[in-house]
């Protein structure tokens, strides 16, 4: 009925005509198809990863929880007389040769060689019963022919010969080890059958000890023409040095399974050495004890102190002296001297900081004066004046605050602990100088929770000590959060305004196409590269342009003030890092927003501007903090390019400080921030503390706990960054505006 | 005006071609080899004032003409009718009246509209002006992602609106414009996306005549809803007649009979009859047209 032409009836009619192909599956193929494989390869990848990442974790995680954990305090008695005192550090396991007797101690080697030689034996033995120990002696030939090559070219005769008789004794060496070899080996092997029958190894060790002394005789004796002699004869001397290399080659596989244990000992103004190694062989039958008074202390300088406690002394006298009684005492008097103690470095942090830095303004305000006027002026010897005379007041001033620090010192020097060590040295130590002290052996499990969460106290809200391998790491945590937190305020304005244009903008073509291709490619580039642009650019050009504008006279006369690293510049450098991130998350998130939400509000006559602010990017905004939150963690993980742009070992004076309102010196007012300061960075720290450490070992511990504490800052951000993201995603999709 | 003189002329065409209805050439299959053919416009429209004149509209995708020649005119204060199959071009006729097709790249526009005398095709005009008076319903309800409240408003706010009691007033007659007042008065400040598909199109409506639009264009309002959704929108659409000039496209022949009062029915770009509803459904000038509404093809 309809005359419409339908144009998809003429196709079908075509295509009728042509042969109908049937569907089949190919042999194999269903396999693939089934997706049984897949299904098993994709799982194993996930699993890979998984176990990679869950193994570092737990890792990092069991080292970091467990080191601050109090240790049993070991008193160790060696064989040759040591004894030591200290906690075990660390294990090891090797294995334990002939060639480790060389430097033993008689008893040590006594107790060794009863257990090396049977192991010979039983090596030897091995070897006769299969009926191999020609084969074993024929396979190590290149060695033998070599030692005793080298043997007899250091033997005192010949080093006296003449350059072409040693030649000839090479090579003749060479010629009759070739041509005497079996019967040197069938005599040898003889020789070791012989004396196998003591399973004790004794024998084999006695023969192999007589074949290098006659080995030694030999090469020591005879003169060059004899010993020509004896080698073109092939006789006995020939043997002999033969042998001996050839017992020695026989002993190479001998070893015996040992673990050795590293203890700190530490006490190290009287030891000199912080570790000690000890083999489980050196100790003492029943060696191995843990005395019940044995103390730990944790000093602000020189490391930690094991010992006994002898006497509690106050203004030198003994007030206890029994350890019970001292250790009954111990922890009101040592409370006390440290709230001393503190109250002191406080005034001095405090007081005497305000005071410091009052003085350098003055000083500066000079210097200033100087550049300005010149130092031959009026001005200047005005200023100068001037300045003398607030110096004869600080100085007053001065005094006064010393003083007040002298006092709490001179209260707290009138208490001290003296120590005995394990080797009967006595120590004394000022309580003020002691941390934390405790009979590591008396501890309940209570007590030991009490040391436990202490040290961790310490190291999160305290300054490091001891170069940073002891005390707390509260200014890196510090310098890592403010860092980051500036990171981000920088990069996702910046990051956020560029993918809005990039997205909603631009006209696509090849150069927005080339733009974002670049901006991907960004992502890619080493982040060292990023620190050495940061350093040239913003602390070379940029930072020493401000200096030049704003504080001309310091950096003249005292040095850079942002034309160095610093926490603003390694703040914009990580942003610069970070910003590729944020882009692509961001558009991302725009290319997102339905189409037709943008029509409905283009439709109702806003303009572009209207609708991306009103409807674009509250849609888009969970996914801007998504990539927000990529960028602060791949951010505060960074290090590299820190190093280059103001992170350092230790900073004296945090960035962002209450005490010190004074900002960057000069015109900038920054108020409490100090953003040109330097400052210390846990990423750093770790580093700084696993690779560059005095003492490396001792920090080892800490390196395991700053990791974790990293991974913990980065989770609580990247946890409050996703918590703030799914308020907003509540708050912009599904509820209240 | 244009339409005046020109629809007597298209009318006797009309009436010609469909007295000689066994012709051997269809319009359809004229304007499927590319030939040319004159719109049947009833007489009826030239007595009615119109709101929107469309004078010769010709639009290109690139080089594919997707319009040619539209001329008609839309009444003021009824309710006309866009229906043809798929791709005839009624959606993107719509889509001129508000300019929405210039955020399509490769778009080219021939003829002129003129609302109420203003020119929309203007390369001088504002475009952001031109939408403001009037409002637009899309296929798909896309309520805005803030409350309801704020989705009626959103209108007003972008051109600086602030008083709170301008806009409680706005937001109350759109909402009882839109026949959703009763369902949400209790939760205004929820979000708009927690309403139903129906009454989020409801809502879209009511941001649609917030600002008091001159013409109000529905683009398939109904075809992602349940038919009761669809029931409601068809009784609003009801209600808003006389009050409102409004542009509906449909693919549905029974919504159209059912609330509009002219319609115009298109094929693969061209305008092939356009009357009365009444008229053009129970006694249709061309035999095309009823081929059409009577379901025996598209």
């Known amino acids: ?737 | 005006m244009i339409s005046n003189t020109e629809q007597p002329q298209s009318s006797t065409t009309a009436t010609a071609v469909a007295q000689s209805g066994d012709a051997k050439l269809n319009r359809l299959e004229m304007i499927t080899r590319g030939e040319h053919v004159d719109a049947v416009i009833h007489a009826e429209l030239a007595k009615c004032a119109s709101v929107l004149d469309v004078n010769d509209v010709s639009l290109w995708y690139g080089d594919k003409q997707a319009l040619f020649d539209i001329n008609m005119i839309i009444p003021d204060g009824h309710v006309t009718a866009l229906i043809g199959p798929s791709g005839c071009g009624k959606s993107t006729l719509l889509r001129c009246v508000n300019r929405m097709n210039d955020l399509i790249d490769n778009v080219r526009l021939g003829g002129d509209m003129r609302l109420n005398g203003d020119s929309i095709f203007s390369p001088h005009i504002d475009v952001i002006a031109l939408r403001k008076r009037m409002g637009m319903v899309f296929q798909k309800p896309n309520p805005f992602p803030m409350s309801i409240f704020e989705n009626v408003v959103y209108p007003l706010r972008i051109d600086g609106e602030r008083d709170r009691n301008v806009l409680e007033e706005v937001c109350e007659r759109a909402l009882r414009g839109a026949a959703l007042w009763n369902e949400v008065k209790d939760r205004l400040h929820e979000s708009g996306l927690g309403l139903s598909g129906g009454q989020q199109q409801r809502l879209c409506i009511a941001r649609a005549i917030a600002s008091d639009p001159e013409v109000l264009l529905l683009d398939e309002p109904c075809s992602a809803l349940d038919p009761i959704a669809t029931g409601k929108i068809e009784d609003l659409i009801d209600e808003l007649r006389g009050d409102y000039s409004i542009l509906i496209v449909t693919h549905n022949m029974q919504q159209a009979s059912r609330v509009s009062d002219f319609t115009a029915f298109m094929y693969l770009g061209h305008l092939i009859e356009y009357g009365p509803t009444v008229s053009l459904f129970t006694n249709p000038k061309l035999k095309e047209t009823e081929d059409y509404v009577m379901g025996r093809f598209g």
Request: with cysteine; glycine share 8%; net charge negative.
């Open chain 1, 1 to 737: 009925m309809s005359q419409v032409v339908d144009p998809s009836a003429t196709v079908e009619a075509e295509s009728a005509k042509l042969p109908r192909v049937r569907r089949r599956v190919r042999p194999g193929a269903s396999v693939i198809a089934q997706g049984e494989p897949m299904l098993w390869l994709t799982g194993g990848g996930l699993v890979i990863c998984f176990l990679m990442i869950v193994t570092l974790l737990l890792y990092v995680l069991w080292q970091g929880v467990t080191t601050f954990w109090p240790q049993p305090i070991v008193q160790v008695e060696t064989i040759d007389g040591r004894v030591l005192l200290g906690e075990a550090f660390a294990y090891d396991a090797y294995e334990l040769k002939f060639s480790n007797l060389a430097g033993q101690s008689e008893a040590a080697r006594e107790k060794l060689q009863k257990m090396l030689h049977p192991a010979f034996h039983a090596v030897v033995q091995r070897e006769l019963d299969a009926g191999t120990l020609s084969d074993r002696v024929n396979s190590n030939r290149p060695m033998i022919l070599k030692a005793v090559i080298t043997q007899v070219r250091l033997a005192p005769t010949v080093q006296q010969a003449a350059p072409e008789t040693r030649a000839a004794i090479v090579s003749q060496i060479e010629a009759t080890l070739d041509s005497k070899w079996d019967a040197f080996v069938t005599r040898f092997a003889g020789e070791v059958s012989a004396n196998a029958g003591n399973e004790s190894g004794d024998a084999l060790v006695a023969a192999w000890n007589a074949a290098a002394a006659e080995s030694e005789a030999t090469l020591g004796e005879l003169d060059v023409d004899a010993f020509r002699k004896q080698f073109t004869d092939g006789g006995a001397a020939v043997y002999s040095v033969w042998a001996s290399e050839a017992w020695s080659s026989l002993t190479l596989p001998v070893a015996v399974p040992m673990r050795r244990r590293e203890f700190r000992t530490e006490n190290f103004e009287l030891t000199s050495e912080h570790f000690n190694w000890v083999s489980d062989f050196e100790i003492r039958p029943d060696g191995e004890s843990f005395p019940e008074w044995a103390m730990l202390l944790e000093r602000v300088e020189g490391g930690r102190f094991y010992g006994f406690p002898m006497e509690l002394r106050i203004d030198g006298e003994a007030v206890e002296t029994e350890s019970a009684a001292i250790w009954a005492a111990f922890p009101r008097l040592h409370s006390e001297c440290r709230e001393r103690w503190l109250e002191g470095k406080e005034i001095d942090e405090i007081e005497g900081g305000a005071f410091n830095r009052r003085r350098e303004h003055e000083r500066l305000a000079l210097i200033e004066t100087g550049y300005h006027y010149g130092k031959e002026s009026e001005e200047y010897r005005t200023a100068q004046a001037a300045l003398d005379e607030s110096e004869r007041a600080n100085a007053a001033e001065y005094a006064e605050i010393r003083s007040r620090i002298d006092e709490l010192a001179q209260l707290n020097s009138r208490y001290s602990l003296l120590m005995r060590t394990i080797g009967d040295q006595q120590q004394e130590i000022p309580l003020a100088e002691i941390v934390r002290a405790c009979p590591a052996n008396r501890l309940q499990t209570g007590e030991k929770c009490g040391i436990y969460l202490s040290r961790w106290r310490e190291f999160l809200f305290d300054n490091p000590r001891e170069a940073n391998s002891e005390g707390g790491v509260y200014p890196a945590i510090f310098g890592t959060v403010v860092m980051t937190l500036l990171m981000s305020i920088a990069v996702v304005p910046f990051g956020v305004l560029a993918a809005l244009y990039l997205r909603e903008y631009a006209r696509a073509g090849f150069v927005v196409s080339a733009v974002r291709i670049a901006i991907n490619n960004l992502a890619g580039v080493p982040s060292i590269v990023f620190g050495v642009f940061g350093v040239g650019f913003f602390c070379y050009m940029v930072g020493a342009s401000i200096d030049e504008l704003f504080y001309p006279a310091k950096t003249a006369n005292v040095g850079p003030t942002f034309g160095t690293g610093g926490l603003f510049w390694a703040s914009l450098t990580l942003a610069l890092l970070t910003l590729p991130v944020v882009i692509v998350a961001t558009e991302e998130a725009l290319s997102a927003v339905p189409r037709s939400m943008r029509e409905g509000s283009l439709a109702c006559g806003a303009t572009k501007w209207q609708t991306i602010r009103r409807i674009v990017l509250p849609r888009a905004l969970p996914g801007i903090m998504t990539g927000t939150i990529l960028a602060m963690a791949r951010g505060a993980g960074e290090v590299a390019p820190l190093m280059l742009v103001g992170a350092v070992k230790l900073a004296p004076h945090l960035v962002f400080d209450l005490h010190d309102w004074s900002g960057s010196f000069g015109p900038l007012p920054t108020g409490a921030l100090h953003p040109e300061r330097s400052f210390m960075h846990l990423g750093f720290h770790i580093f700084d503390l696993g690779f560059h450490s005095q003492n490396s070992e001792a920090a080892k511990p800490m390196v395991y706990t700053t990791t974790l504490l990293l991974i913990g800052i980065i989770a609580v951000m990247n946890v409050a960054a996703i918590w703030l993201r799914a308020q907003l995603r509540k708050k912009f999709q599904f509820s209240q505006f």
